[in-house]
């Protein structure tokens, strides 16, 4: 979809096309996001035709070539270890449904919370956290590398789609949305997007529920990939109580099913459980602070919230998933050798920048660490590892 076009008529709609407009607001509620009311791009251009500034943000989101990169970046397997694994676009996709079953319910802006889903992880490293935090250790005396910060600078400056403008100029909301933490150091250099953080406020209910869906996409389907690779076992998860309960409801409501089919039984369940509460919980704090705004919004403590009970259920799946998955000897290997690489090629480059393709090669040696950083992180696995072959091992292939 190509936005030049609606962009051109968008100064000259027809009453119809006004009255649409209007009706991507209608039945939100008051402290809704609504994209009428938007803070706006940081480059003015004319309001889409057909569609709503939020949806313009989406489908901005989905043509990028960011975007299409996450389907080879890993979420905690690496791309090659196996086609039915959780990538970062599959992850992307995931929270972005239980985002918008939220958004849905508690009639906040779903066009919104779906763009900040999708986008949340465009400026994540090859290789999930360890390469990230190689990433940060090489960027260490440099400004460091947080992946929140590179998909505000994918959006804001890497793509290149638009005569008109660097990156994909989204709206004031997704931006936001986006940028889920931030040091005091880098929000003062951010302008209105960081306030937030020096001023102690909120952000939207949307980014608040992006936030947390997040977490219940990664928690849950990081169990199902888990005991897929043969790394989790059931007997491991019977620790885990929000699991068990689950898992033994399955099992009394369908005793003749088992294998996978009694995996996703349960996961499903776990996740739905997750949703209700998040749902109740929230509710149950809208009419406690009760916003009339969106401003009320950003004053209030947070409010997208699961029930301490529930927080406490899944704090502790998330504990085990920490101890029994990520910390794997076979996840470990795996995250060593992501360091490795990811290492090397910041070496490489750093020692002789003239390797790098002309696009990341600057005359300014102070910006060039910063460079080489946005040319690793928007690597896929499989590049990564073949870009790091050409460097280092002797063959044919250059």
């Given at each position: 979809?190509?936005?030049?076009?609606?962009?051109?008529?968008?100064?000259?709609?027809?009453?119809r096309?006004?009255?649409?407009?209007?009706a991507?607001?209608?039945?939100?509620?008051?402290?809704?996001?609504?994209?009428?009311?938007?803070?706006?791009?940081?480059?003015?251009?004319?309001?889409?035709?057909?569609?709503?500034?939020f949806?313009?943000?989406?489908?901005?989101?989905v043509?990028?070539?960011?975007?299409?990169?996450?389907?080879?970046?890993?979420?905690?397997?690496?791309?090659?270890?196996?086609?039915?694994?959780?990538?970062?676009?599959?992850?992307?996709?995931?929270?972005?449904?239980?985002?918008?079953?939220?958004?849905?319910?508690?009639?906040?802006?779903?066009?919104?919370?779906?763009?900040?889903?999708?986008?949340?992880?465009?400026?994540?490293?090859?290789?999930?956290h360890?390469?990230?935090?190689?990433?940060?250790?090489?960027?260490?005396?440099?400004?460091?590398?947080?992946?929140?910060?590179?998909?505000?600078?994918?959006?804001?400056?890497?793509?290149?789609?638009?005569?008109?403008?660097?990156?994909?100029?989204?709206?004031?909301?997704?931006?936001?949305?986006i940028?889920?933490?931030?040091?005091?150091?880098?929000?003062?250099?951010?302008?209105?997007?960081?306030?937030?953080?020096?001023?102690?406020?909120?952000?939207?209910?949307?980014?608040?529920?992006?936030?947390?869906?997040?977490?219940?996409?990664?928690?849950?389907?990081?169990?199902?990939?888990?005991?897929?690779?043969?790394?989790?076992?059931?007997?491991?998860?019977?620790?885990?109580?929000?699991?068990?309960?689950h898992?033994?409801?399955?099992?009394?409501?369908?005793?003749h099913?088992?294998?996978?089919?009694?995996?996703?039984?349960?996961?499903?369940?776990?996740?739905?459980?997750?949703?209700?509460?998040?749902?109740?919980?929230?509710?149950?704090?809208?009419?406690?602070?009760?916003?009339?705004?969106?401003?009320?919004?950003?004053?209030?403590?947070?409010?997208?919230?699961?029930?301490?009970?529930?927080?406490?259920?899944?704090?502790?799946?998330?504990?085990?998933?920490?101890?029994?998955?990520?910390?794997?000897?076979?996840?470990?290997?795996?995250?060593?050798?992501?360091?490795?690489?990811?290492?090397?090629?910041?070496?490489?480059?750093?020692?002789?920048?003239?390797?790098?393709?002309?696009?990341?090669?600057?005359?300014?040696?102070?910006?060039?660490?910063?460079?080489?950083?946005?040319?690793?992180?928007?690597?896929?696995?499989?590049?990564?590892?073949?870009e790091?072959?050409?460097?280092?091992?002797?063959?044919?292939?250059?």
């Amino acid at each position: 979809m190509s936005d030049t076009r609606s962009d051109i008529r968008g100064d000259a709609q027809t009453p119809r096309m006004s009255a649409t407009l209007a009706a991507f607001d209608a039945g939100l509620a008051p402290y809704a996001a609504h994209a009428s009311q938007t803070r706006g791009r940081r480059f003015a251009e004319p309001p889409p035709a057909a569609r709503s500034e939020f949806q313009r943000d989406r489908d901005r989101i989905v043509h990028s070539t960011a975007f299409r990169r996450l389907e080879y970046k890993t979420q905690v397997f690496v791309n090659h270890e196996g086609d039915l694994f959780r990538t970062r676009l599959t992850h992307s996709l995931e929270v972005a449904q239980i985002a918008r079953s939220v958004a849905r319910n508690l009639r906040v802006n779903e066009d919104l919370v779906e763009a900040i889903s999708l986008a949340h992880d465009l400026g994540h490293t090859p290789f999930g956290h360890a390469g990230q935090d190689a990433l940060n250790e090489c960027m260490r005396e440099h400004g460091g590398f947080e992946h929140n910060l590179q998909s505000l600078a994918v959006v804001d400056e890497l793509e290149e789609h638009y005569g008109a403008f660097d990156g994909l100029n989204l709206c004031f909301e997704t931006r936001e949305g986006i940028l889920k933490h931030c040091s005091r150091e880098h929000a003062r250099r951010l302008g209105d997007l960081g306030e937030r953080f020096l001023l102690g406020r909120q952000p939207s209910l949307e980014a608040q529920i992006a936030n947390i869906a997040d977490e219940i996409a990664y928690n849950n389907h990081d169990v199902d990939d888990g005991l897929r690779s043969g790394l989790l076992t059931i007997e491991q998860l019977a620790e885990v109580e929000l699991w068990q309960a689950h898992y033994e409801a399955a099992r009394a409501e369908y005793p003749h099913i088992e294998g996978r089919r009694l995996v996703h039984e349960t996961v499903r369940r776990i996740i739905n459980t997750l949703i209700v509460d998040l749902i109740e919980e929230t509710s149950r704090n809208l009419a406690r602070h009760a916003p009339q705004s969106l401003d009320d919004v950003r004053a209030a403590p947070p409010i997208v919230a699961h029930s301490e009970g529930v927080a406490e259920q899944a704090a502790a799946l998330k504990r085990f998933l920490y101890r029994n998955l990520y910390r794997h000897y076979r996840v470990m290997r795996m995250a060593n050798k992501a360091r490795r690489v990811v290492k090397g090629l910041f070496e490489a480059f750093s020692d002789d920048p003239r390797l790098l393709p002309p696009a990341y090669q600057t005359p300014d040696e102070a910006s060039q660490p910063r460079q080489i950083a946005h040319y690793i992180a928007g690597m896929t696995d499989r590049y990564a590892l073949k870009e790091y072959r050409r460097l280092f091992v002797v063959s044919d292939d250059v």
